[in-house]
């Protein structure tokens, strides 16, 4: 046998070895190419995932890995996954072609000269001793468990007679995976007959022959309290409620003189009475449609008596100074008599302005304030309430007269009569609307109409639904209430009574089993949960029984 210079180590494996065996030797090898002998037809190498286990750790330990083996179920997975092969210990290793086998004359056993106490896996070479005594050469045969055993003629291991031979191994992971595939298809065929039979639900509204009487009924809604009172007409209402951040610009259109003001002096003459009067500062005095006040405080004499009337212009008089109410050079006036505001016509006021220049600039005014604020809220209100009637859910009615909207803020940012050409105006409105529930109002008339409802009947549709509602919102909170329809009752039908009966029946049989019971019931429509399903399920309690009147 020629020697093989190339350093590799050699792990032998028993035919049972385990694969964590073969992952740890290779982990506790240190040479960077590791050889792995396992006899033929052995389980670690007939599966495709105990050579990717292989392949991976190699490439994690950075060592090369080649297989001692010429079987063609691994060469073929081999091939599969390019992991390279070698026929013995020291030949040259390939990656096989996959589907390409060896011919019969190359399958030949392996057969490994180890020296006997050589077992821990590190490949020495083989070396001829002169001495038989020092060493016990052992052949290994790769072809099955037992050379002698397998050949008990001693016949050439090499020969095609016992080219194959060998224990054959039952693969049991297979047979476990099939009788796991029939149990979960078992299992789910039970469980499929069960949720066929006792989860689905079914709805089955039964229409009725009614009669029909004319309601009017009132009531309260209050989102003050929690519990309504159905013989007292008092529903507890939800509030919806919303709150908008809103702004709008808005234009100035106020005029104002910013020009100095006019400033002057009358004269005041008392010839009215012989009493004299106080006149305080900031008294206005009136003239040509201008008004102009009083600076300071002054004392109007009292007027002057003879002959029996009060003389005018009187012996004494007073002076005082005035200035325009406003600025402008229209307040400029020469000699002119003014009317003093809070005394008669018979007291003399005589003075004349000046000084007064104009300068007329654009102002904010209120009104240009309030005109975009009012428009701003009235626009959003149109949205913001189907916003708050959004918020109700499917089982509420919404009485769109309750709705109203509430401004908490306003906020400018140019101050009424302030030069500006225009601002911005913002506020914080709150929105409410009242709803009730669907189940509060069918009890609530109920509770009203029973005494309209003769003998023993049923009312079947309290006629909440269909009335027409007319509210008036009486606060935020509160509402009251009338609504007008009509309400439809009828012989006294079991629902309860009706889901037992329909109990696994099926769709097409439910209207003959109700109206036998039943007369006035015309036709029993089911829903199904499962639409494929024909039978109504086994348990009554997933039966929902409605009663609906055909009001055409």
């Not at 020495?124 to 790769?142: G, L, N, P, R, V």
């Not at 209120?366 to 918020?391: H, P």
């Not at 009890?443 to 909440?464: A, D, H, M, R, W």
């Amino acid at each position: 046998m020629s020697e093989n210079t190339h350093q590799h180590d050699v792990i032998y494996l028993e035919a049972d070895s385990e694969i964590t065996e073969a992952i740890d030797k290779l982990k506790a090898s240190h040479s960077s190419e590791v050889r792995i002998a396992v006899p033929a037809r052995s389980p670690l190498l007939q599966s495709a995932v105990n050579l990717k286990l292989l392949k991976r750790t190699a490439h994690t330990l950075s060592k090369k890995i080649i297989l001692i083996s010429n079987d063609k179920a691994t060469l073929s997975l081999a091939a599969g996954i390019g992991l390279m092969v070698a026929k013995n210990v020291n030949a040259q290793g390939y990656i096989p072609e996959a589907a390409v086998f060896p011919s019969e004359k190359d399958m030949e056993p392996i057969v490994i000269e180890q020296e006997v106490g050589e077992m821990t896996g590190r490949n020495k070479k083989s070396k001829k001793s002169k001495s038989s005594d020092s060493f016990k050469k052992q052949h290994i045969s790769f072809d099955g468990d037992n050379p002698e055993e397998d050949n008990p003629q001693n016949e050439p291991l090499n020969t095609p007679k016992n080219l194959n031979r060998g224990p054959k191994i039952p693969n049991y992971l297979g047979l476990n995976k099939k009788i796991g595939v029939a149990i979960a298809v078992v299992v789910g065929l039970i469980l499929l007959v069960l949720a066929y039979s006792f989860l689905p639900t079914s709805k089955v509204t039964l229409l009725t022959k009614a009669q029909k009487t004319p309601i009017n009924v009132k009531f309260q809604l209050d989102s003050t309290t929690r519990n309504s009172s159905y013989t007292q007409g008092i529903i507890a209402a939800n509030k919806l409620s919303m709150s908008k951040d809103l702004s709008a610009q808005y234009t100035a259109t106020g005029k104002k003189d910013i020009g100095t003001k006019s400033n002057g002096s009358v004269t005041i003459d008392n010839c009215d009475d012989t009493s004299s009067h106080s006149l305080p500062a900031g008294s206005k005095l009136t003239a040509s449609g201008k008004t102009f006040i009083t600076n300071n405080t002054v004392t109007i004499p009292a007027g002057t008596a003879g002959g029996g009337v009060v003389i005018c212009p009187s012996l004494s008089h007073v002076v005082v100074g005035i200035t325009a109410l406003e600025s402008g050079d229209s307040y400029n006036l020469p000699s002119t008599i003014f009317s003093l505001s809070g005394f008669s016509s018979h007291y003399r006021v005589v003075g004349s302005t000046g000084g007064g220049t104009s300068q007329v600039v654009t102002v904010v005014t209120q009104a240009d304030i309030d005109k975009a604020k009012n428009e701003m809220i009235n626009t959003a209100s149109q949205n913001a309430k189907q916003d708050v009637e959004s918020k109700a859910s499917n089982d509420e009615k919404v009485f769109p007269e309750t709705f109203s909207s509430e401004v908490a803020s306003v906020n400018t940012t140019s101050a009424v009569d302030s030069q500006s050409s225009g601002g911005t105006v913002s506020a914080k409105v709150s929105y409410t609307e009242l709803s009730a529930t669907n189940s509060d109002l069918d009890k609530l008339f109920s509770e009203q109409i029973k005494t309209q409802i003769p003998g023993n009947n049923q009312i079947y549709q309290s006629g909440y639904t269909d009335s027409k509602y007319a509210a008036k919102a009486d606060s935020p909170t509160q509402a009251s209430v009338q609504a007008v329809g009509f309400a439809y009752y009828g012989q006294s039908i079991d629902t309860s009574q009706v889901a037992r009966a329909l109990r696994g029946k099926t769709k097409k049989d439910a209207t003959s089993i109700v109206s036998a019971k039943y007369p006035q019931v015309t036709e029993a429509l089911v829903d199904n949960s499962l639409p494929l399903a024909p039978n109504l399920p086994f348990i009554a309690s997933r039966i929902k029984v409605e009663i609906k009147v055909n009001t055409d």
